[in-house]
């Protein structure tokens, strides 16, 4: 995808949520921003994060990374990042998204089986998501910035399927490009991964290496094979117009 703006500029806002764009490489950085929601709202973000970690002892509030700047040039996607934590981000995110336009710019492995089928995780009852069915992500943070400032998604893509899966990535085919999947808050960025096993023998591989993390995050491996398949699952608001977009090219 082609646009007029530069990498200076911020379309952050323009993109309409359920956007699809495809692009060959993404551009993330690190970049000051002084966010007035985590500065002024100290007392409702440790209430409600009081309230949200409750009886989940795994929820851990650490440092993570959101997007404030966006452009795509020339089949880049140009993207800005600021370190906040995670409860005020929890906080900001519950609360509707205000103040100016920020989202949780994260990378996803879209994870397909030799058949064609996708093959997702659903989150455990003990995490933030319980119950969600989507593919190994994670908001980036300090472990995905590298020295020159560069925010490596494409590592994150790997290093979270490792950790929620097990899968390691010369078990896997990393395909070229990537799409852009905006939704409130949010935008994906899925890139497409190839395991080559039918999707019951991948799930079989997944769930025994699930069993052995020293942390496990997903309860189970969903198999996808059509749009209809979404609609049996608790999914992410990202997933399904992602899936059907796929879906509909093959």
């Known amino acids: 995808m082609t646009g007029a703006a530069s990498p200076g500029g911020n379309d952050i806002e323009r993109f309409a949520d359920g956007h699809i764009a495809r692009v060959d490489r993404v551009d ?13 709202n100290e007392v409702e973000i440790a209430a409600h994060w009081a309230q949200i970690s409750a009886g989940k002892p795994a929820m851990f509030n650490g440092r993570i990374l959101l997007q404030h700047r966006a452009a795509i040039v020339d089949g880049v996607f140009h993207a800005r990042y600021f370190e906040t934590d995670y409860a005020a981000f929890m906080t900001w995110r519950d609360s509707g998204h205000p103040g100016p336009a920020l989202r949780n710019g994260f990378a ?26 989507y593919f190994a992500a994670g908001t980036p943070d300090r472990s995905d910035v590298r020295a020159d400032g560069t925010v490596d998604l494409a590592g994150s893509v790997l290093r979270e399927l490792a950790e929620e899966t097990g899968l390691v990535a010369s078990e896997v085919r990393v395909g070229e490009g990537w799409h852009t999947v905006f939704s409130p808050g949010r935008v994906a960025f899925m890139r ?34 059509s749009p209809a398949d979404c609609d049996r699952h608790k999914m992410a608001v990202f997933m399904k117009p992602y899936l059907t977009h796929i879906f509909a090219q093959d």
């Not at 993330?28 to 002024?40: K, N, T, V």
């Not at 395991?195 to 019951?200: F, K, R, S, V």
């Open 28 to 40: 993330a950085r690190i970049a000051p921003y002084d966010w007035a929601f985590g500065r002024e």
């Open 108 to 133: 996803m492995g879209a994870l397909r089986a030799r058949d064609g089928a996708f093959l997702c995780g659903r989150m455990g009852g003990h995490t933030a998501n319980g119950g969600m069915v």
């Open 192 to 225: 497409p991964l190839t395991i080559d096993l039918p999707a019951e023998e991948a799930r079989a591989l997944m769930l025994s290496r699930m069993a052995g993390l020293a942390e496990q995050e997903l309860d189970d491996i969903v198999i996808l094979r």
